[in-house]
């Protein structure tokens, strides 16, 4: 299975922005959804943001007009840019490969350590 290595996260005060990364133990060319999941304290994993190999994207209705998930191939590498955080993006941020941007399709990858988001004042 392919492997994710997270980061970028950090404390942010609410309204700040952060950048996250995460790299791929393989290429990423044959991964034809990459998206971006979190799982806040003594919640279930939710799944973010979504980006084919073709480029069309898919948000959670939470995160729309606020997150933006890009990717680069060629670097095996996909980033989720945050802006305006809120207190209710707190939370630990993984990436993972799946078979098709429907939501309800699971994740293929392994997972990786993930990466701690925090907004707080």
């Known amino acids: 299975q392919v492997q994710f290595v997270e980061s970028g996260g950090d404390l942010v005060q609410p309204g700040g922005s952060l950048r996250l990364s995460c790299e791929a133990s393989e290429s990423t060319y044959s991964l034809y959804v990459m998206s971006w999941y979190r799982q806040a304290p003594g919640k279930q994993r939710e799944l973010v943001a979504s980006i084919t190999s073709f480029g069309v994207t898919d948000y959670a209705d939470s995160v729309k007009g606020r997150f933006t998930i890009s990717r680069d191939s060629a670097k095996n590498a996909i980033w989720l840019q945050m802006n305006s955080l809120q207190p209710g993006d707190t939370a630990i941020y993984y990436c993972?490969?799946?078979?098709?941007?429907?939501?309800?399709?699971?994740?293929?990858?392994?997972w990786g350590q993930g990466t701690q988001v925090t907004v707080s004042s």
């Open positions: 993972n490969s799946r078979d098709g941007i429907r939501r309800g399709m699971p994740p293929t990858g392994s």
